[in-house]
């Protein structure tokens, strides 16, 4: 745990699934020929999370591609296929709001949002200024960042995940969430899972194996009783290597090159000039009176 001295929280915002969330919650809106809507709700969003949250230090990460080396793995990983082109159209508007708002921006191409987020909680997880990272998203592949210094935050609901969380909502610890996504699959992400292995039976296991390696090879020495023990140990062992494939998919890299500070983190303010012209671009006015505070350097 960090000191009593430790007063700071450092917000990492995902600001894929804060656009795609936009896009989907709010109405559409053209401007110049262009859809606009979501970008605009996106900066509505960071005024009201500026006026409502103690946020001192910032930082915000978007997928630009949606292609990632993770793709040259598993070629049926997630792609853009299916992707409404007026979403795929405001990526670059999106980070042109969260730079207006006055927040760092980490753009990803070769890797993913969440592999920018779980490397910034990796950084800065430890660091004795600051008391908590909050990482902003609901997105259950960030649960394997969380510790007793980092915790998942759903800015919609208001939801803090926590360890004790993590453990009630998936039956594992942080650190065997790459592991039950290998075997269950995330059919978001295009991961197919070993045939035959639910939720429940995968995390009673993982519960007790904490990853696929200690699985015993065979059923008859495995520590735990659940429904059809021999029939997913054959599944397993036949798809074995596939198992260790989609849990590396699973897995948030946390070496990706982050180049600021935390002091580069701090949170100034608005920056007025990008803020006001964005505005223009956007084709909306009066936006400004919601600024909580604006930054002119």
């Known amino acids: ?16 699934y804060e656009l795609f969330r936009s ?7 053209t401007f110049q020929g262009k859809e606009v809507g979501a970008t605009v709700t996106f900066l509505r969003s960071l005024l009201r999370f500026f006026r409502l949250s103690k946020v001192t230090h ?7 591609t949606i292609h990632s080396f993770r793709n040259e793995l598993f070629k049926d990983y997630k792609t853009g296929e299916g992707v409404d082109p007026q979403i795929k159209q405001q990526f670059l508007l999106a980070e042109k709001a969260a730079r207006a708002a006055g ?12 592999d920018a ?8 997880e430890n660091n004795p200024r600051i008391a908590r ?16 210094n980092v915790v998942c935050f759903d800015r919609r609901n208001g939801q803090i995940l926590d360890l004790e969380g993590v453990m009630k909502k998936f039956g594992v610890a942080p650190e065997s969430i790459p592991d039950l996504l290998g075997l269950v699959g995330d059919v978001p992400d295009g991961i197919p899972g070993v045939r035959g292995w639910g939720r429940k039976s995968s995390s009673v296991i993982l519960s007790h194996y904490i990853h696929l390696e200690n699985i015993p090879r065979k059923a008859s020495d495995w520590k735990v009783s659940v429904r059809g023990f021999e029939r997913l140990n054959k599944n397993l062992r036949d798809s074995w290597e596939n198992a260790l494939l ?7 890299r946390r070496d990706v090159p982050l180049a600021e500070e935390l002091d580069d983190l701090k949170w100034k303010g ?28």
């Open 103 to 114: 927040i760092v921006v980490w753009p990803m191409i070769h890797f993913e949002a969440d």
């Open 270 to 297: 608005v920056c007025r000039e990008k803020f006001l012209d964005l505005c223009k671009e956007l084709g909306i006015s009066g936006l400004e009176k919601s600024v909580p505070r604006w930054d002119d350097s």
């Open 23 to 29: 896009f989907y919650g709010s109405p559409k809106r």
């Open 117 to 124: 987020l779980a490397s910034a909680a990796k950084k800065w």
């Open 1 to 16: 745990m960090h000191s009593l001295k430790a007063n700071l929280e450092l917000h990492l915002l995902d600001g894929t």
């Open 246 to 252: 989609y849990r590396r998919l699973a897995t948030l």
């Open 58 to 64: 910032v930082a915000c990460a978007f997928d630009r």
């Open 133 to 148: 990272i909050l990482i902003c998203t609901p997105d259950k592949d960030l649960a394997q960042c969380i510790n007793e």
